[in-house]
């Protein structure tokens, strides 16, 4: 049972990087942001609880953007172009490393299938680290099922289009600094923390030699079947 939890967690965060993103270069910024990730209300054991990711980082680059999770069992992380739209999502899990590309027209794709969520923004404000945000209400009606979300932003450190890749936060006009995100079992909370401004080597931003390509579906049918 601990092993198939340790599994759902990471097919989850897999999935969820694949379709969700925080932010993106755009304002000369070039450092890391590093965020807090809490589980409000959950109704997860305390061991459970344990083998939850409780950090995400964002490194920033001109252009190009590298979201880190760390978890239990391995890391995973997607590295965006924002010139092109285009991601990869790196997965390393127990000595296994694969690298999952999408393509501009594919988020797209993807993106569209999702409701169409409204943005309202606020005359609220709030400081996260470092920086005032804006605060903005995202209203998405799923099939009659209306879910509001409330997300502060900052217009310093990401262009209008930070968000491209996310359905439900992709007319966030800037960097989201602290949202979440909510799932039949759990809702996730990201607060950013700190933000670091320092020089970083493109490499950063390079797929590793000893990642393996694959397509998405073929990453789940290799995770599922760990699973079983």
Avoid at 2 to 19: Q, W
Avoid at 149 to 159: A, Q, S
């Amino acid at each position: 049972m601990k092993r198939k939890t340790y599994i759902l967690i990471l097919v989850f965060f897999a999935l969820f990087l694949s379709s969700t993103r925080i932010m993106a270069a755009g304002k000369s910024f070039e450092g890391i942001i590093t965020y807090k990730i809490s589980y409000p209300g959950n109704k997860f054991t305390e061991s459970q609880q344990g083998m939850f990711p409780k950090m995400l980082t964002v490194t920033i680059k001109g252009s190009n953007s590298k979201t880190e999770i760390k978890t239990q069992m391995g890391d995973q992380v997607e590295i965006t172009d924002y010139m092109t739209k285009t991601k990869v999502a790196l997965i390393d899990m127990m000595g296994q490393k694969y690298a999952v590309k999408s393509t501009s027209e594919e988020i797209e794709k993807e993106n569209a299938k999702e409701p169409i969520p409204t943005v309202e923004v606020t005359k609220e404000t709030k400081v996260i680290a470092g920086y005032t945000c804006k605060k903005a209400v995202v209203t998405v009606n799923d099939d009659g099922v209306v879910a509001k979300y409330d997300v502060f932003f900052t217009n310093e450190l990401g262009p209008k289009a930070a968000n491209f890749d996310n359905p439900l936060y992709k007319d966030i006009d800037g960097v989201m600094m602290e949202f979440s995100m909510k799932t039949p079992q759990f809702t996730m909370v990201f607060s950013a923390t700190a933000v670091e401004k320092k020089s970083l080597s493109g490499k950063e931003f390079e797929i590793p030699s000893d990642f393996t390509v694959i397509t998405k579906e073929e990453l789940k049918s290799k995770f599922g079947g760990m699973g079983q």
